[in-house]
């Protein structure tokens, strides 16, 4: 029975996972993504240091198995990518998603092209992450070696590079970059002509799952691929997770819990055209040709929880179940203290830049135990702003929310957030819902599946069910309504605290 492969480039974690043709799990690893810490909120990739990466985690695999490998896909974060010179070759390190060095650019968007006009094209909001600013911050960094390149790689599509020799992209991994434009599905060049970047810069755009060819010999020698697998275009992180966990109808909402937390539904066409003027969501495109997606994030969910229990809980590796059991010896409002947990700016509020995390309210007779309440119950403050951004362009009401990702693994985040969202939310067994998404597309490419958007019953299994409490749900709703009521006296603060505090 033949394998397939998906490739999961995450922010901190590198995955793979082999499924076979029943959609069966039969073997993964994991590892760190190799980054390096700049300091000042900055942080790289090294191109070197990914790929041996991705041959070290898909060497593992393979040796859980001895079955024939049919084919392989790559899912990666969004914005993150290498410019490369003519022969291929990496010029610069990846610059991370997050990270805070382009945010100047945002401003020269602003004087340039305009944040409206930005929104009608790309069905973005104007901002520093995406990788149209990361490309003209090399340009302005090093203008002599920014001549010398010739083409824009995200994450994932320089792994299926790595491996095929191709260079293709896919429409969900394309309009992250804010230079796509996303109903006529092509790049956008009033953008590319404003930026003074040719369009020969940018691959090909794809549907996902597109065979691009074998696996080349090469790498086949450094991954231990065997010769004649077929690599396949991937796709954004968070769309393959919302093809395996069945998101893919209107009415069912992914909730992706990692280092960002994201909330993203799908829309047809018309309903994502109505829903591009509105700057409270994200409009992208999906994985297929006239299929749209809308989505609400938040930069540093899961982030913060491993920094609470890292530095303040346990001073050790981050434990999910440190983290619930101390946050359950607290009560419902953790004792009057709100955590506004903005550990990398409150990524929706347009003048939200500098902001900071706050603790509001807090007095000598709390533990951490009640900080550890109050940033899940903050974390699911935000996670109901995300559900409310969401519900008011959606084509029909949400039915469930489907939650997959490291943070489900944390039984009262997940039943704070349920209890403040007032709706069921599903955990599912699935684990590597990214990684199982690109193993999928792997499985469309390769002729093995003839429609993935009919899953496998593994992918959708639920592991957990987190049914709403009526009582705390009435009670959240008061303290939501608080939380609201100082959030724009906490977004003012943080910005005052940021312009005068001590950088690393």
Known sequence: ????????????????????????PRASASIPTPATDEGDGRVVYDPEAVWQ???????????????????????????????????????????????????PLE??????????????????????TYSLNKILWYRDADPDRFARARHWLGMAEWVAFKLSGHMATNYSLASRTMAFDLLREEWADELLEAASLPRSLLPPVLPAGTPLGPVTAGAAG?????????????????????????AITPGVILNSC??????????????????????????????????????????TSGLSADWFVHHLL?????????????????????????????LRDASDQRHGAGSSGLLVGLRDFHTNADVARALIEGLAFEARRMFDRLQAVMQQPAQVVRAVGGSTANPVWMQVKADVLGIVVDVLEMKEATAYGAALLAGLGTGTFSDVRRMPEDSTRVRGRY?????????????????????????????????????R
């Open 467 to 503: 049914v709403p409490d009526p009582t705390r749900h009435q009670a959240y709703d008061g303290l939501y309504r608080r939380y609201l009521s100082l959030l724009p006296s906490v977004i003012e603060v943080g910005a005052r605290l940021q312009g005068s505090s001590q950088r």
């Open 1 to 24: 029975m033949p394998l397939l492969i998906g490739i999961d480039l995450g922010t901190t974690h590198l995955k793979a996972l082999a499924i076979d043709e029943e959609g069966h």
């Open 53 to 103: 990466s991705v041959c070290q985690v898909l060497d593992a695999v393979l040796r859980g198995t001895d079955q024939r490998v049919a084919g392989i896909a790559c899912a990666s974060m969004g914005e993150a990518g290498f410019l490369l010179d003519e022969g291929g070759t990496p010029l610069w390190p990846a610059i991370a998603w997050f990270d805070p060095r382009t945010r």
């Open 107 to 128: 401003q020269w968007w602003q004087d340039h092209v305009g944040r409206a006009r930005i929104r009608s094209i790309t069905g973005l909001s104007m901002d520093f």
């Open 222 to 246: 450094e991954t231990g691929l065997p010769a004649g697998t077929v690599v396949c275009v991937g796709a954004h992180d968070h769309i393959c997770a919302a093809l395996a966990a069945g």
């Open 314 to 342: 346990t001073g050790g590796s981050p434990s999910h179940e440190a983290f619930a059991g101390r946050a359950a010896e607290s009560a419902v409002g953790a004792r009057g203290l709100l955590f506004y947990p903005y």
């Open 258 to 299: 990692g280092t960002a937390e994201t909330m993203l539904t799908t829309l047809d066409r018309a309903s994502a055209s109505e829903a591009m003027p509105d700057e409270r969501v994200v409009v992208g495109h999906h994985l297929f040709p006239n299929l749209y997606y809308v989505m609400t994030s938040f930069r």
